[in-house]
């Protein structure tokens, strides 16, 4: 039997530390980073995603970073062909592709290398739920997916317009719950000889992890971030700005809300995030958990676990 290619994915919730520590197991691995994550592949769009800084690379080559304007439409076909192109590439040099980032459905898309060419559609019936989002808002719709599909409600955020009109779609396609749908797309096998690592802390820990990086992003200058892709031409229909905190500074920005409702807003949705990321992780098969308190809170004891694991799938033994 023909030998699968490695794979690291590390993920977890957002503001837990995967940047960090990512960084530190590619150079004591031999890899390089793809980010899984649908918000860095933007130009323009900084701060408000937490992108990294070249500085802080430390010379581990990033994929998937500052690859569209922020006009142009990204979805996970998309992603899945960029990130599989590049796992090839990294292959053939030699080294170790990992998957860095919180996006869980993204990652799922190349583990299980889940097939998009059937997805249906239905333009005519997406169009009329477009209609009724404009005319009844977001909870109303999100309402009417908790009324079809309970799953899909609890890992959908009620904003995220595009993938909440997709799962009704879905339903009303097919008759099947798109949470279903992907449960079995789940089960496939991966096509890579993989270890899925999930970096975890305490909630409350990351909360004000959440809180000090909303802080930050502030300080940093993510109203004029905005301010300045305003001036680009973005709003808030963009796939782009369905991003948090893009949001709500825009929102800010047009005077629907002050800047302290804005920011209050970002660090309720973001702790809200968090916990749907946790959730969709807690359904994942195969899932290595880092739990940071079993670690001591110490890099160096997660990256010594991290190497045992690879170990045992025989990864980098070559």
């Given amino acids: 039997m023909e030998k699968k290619p490695p794979l690291l994915v590390l993920t977890g919730p957002t503001s837990v530390g995967k940047t960090g520590l990512s960084i530190a197991l590619a150079k004591k691995v031999g890899g390089e980073i793809i980010s899984a994550d649908s918000m860095q592949v933007y130009r323009h769009m900084d701060i408000g995603s937490a992108k990294i800084r070249p500085e802080e690379m430390q010379g581990v080559p990033h994929y998937m970073i500052d ?129 899925y690592f999930v970096l975890n802390d305490h909630r409350q820990r990351i909360y004000a992890s959440i809180d000090r990086r909303v802080d930050q992003m502030l300080a940093d200058g993510l109203v004029e971030e905005v301010k300045a892709l305003a001036r680009m031409g973005c709003n808030r229909e963009m796939v782009s700005m369905q991003g948090l905190g893009y949001q709500e500074i825009l929102a800010y920005l047009e005077g629907e809300i002050t800047l302290e409702r804005a920011v209050y807003l970002i660090k309720r949705d973001t702790r809200h995030f968090a916990k749907r990321q946790l959730t969709w992780f807690r359904r994942e098969r195969d899932v290595i958990w880092l739990e940071k308190e079993r670690f001591c809170y110490r890099e160096e004891n997660i990256l010594d676990y991290i190497q045992q694991k690879m170990q045992e799938k025989k990864i980098g033994a070559d």
Avoid at 145 to 173: C, F, G, M, W
Wanted: net charge negative; hydrophobic share 35%.
């Fill in 67 to 195: 690859l569209l304007e922020p006009g142009e439409p990204f979805n996970i076909t998309m992603f899945q062909q960029y990130a599989k192109s590049y796992i090839r590439e990294i292959h053939q040099r030699g080294h170790i592709p990992i998957l860095v980032g919180g996006t869980g459905f993204y990652i799922q898309s190349v583990l299980y290398d889940i097939d998009f060419t059937q997805a249906q559609e239905d333009v005519a019936y997406r169009a009329k739920l477009e209609e009724m989002w404009d005319e009844g808002g977001a909870e109303q719709m999100h309402r009417l997916l908790r009324q079809i599909d309970p799953v899909s409600a609890d890992t959908i955020h009620a904003n995220n317009r595009k993938r909440v009109i997709r799962a009704l779609e879905y339903y009303h396609l097919t008759g099947q719950k798109i949470s279903e749908h992907n449960a079995i797309q789940r089960s496939r096998e991966s096509i890579y000889n993989a270890c």
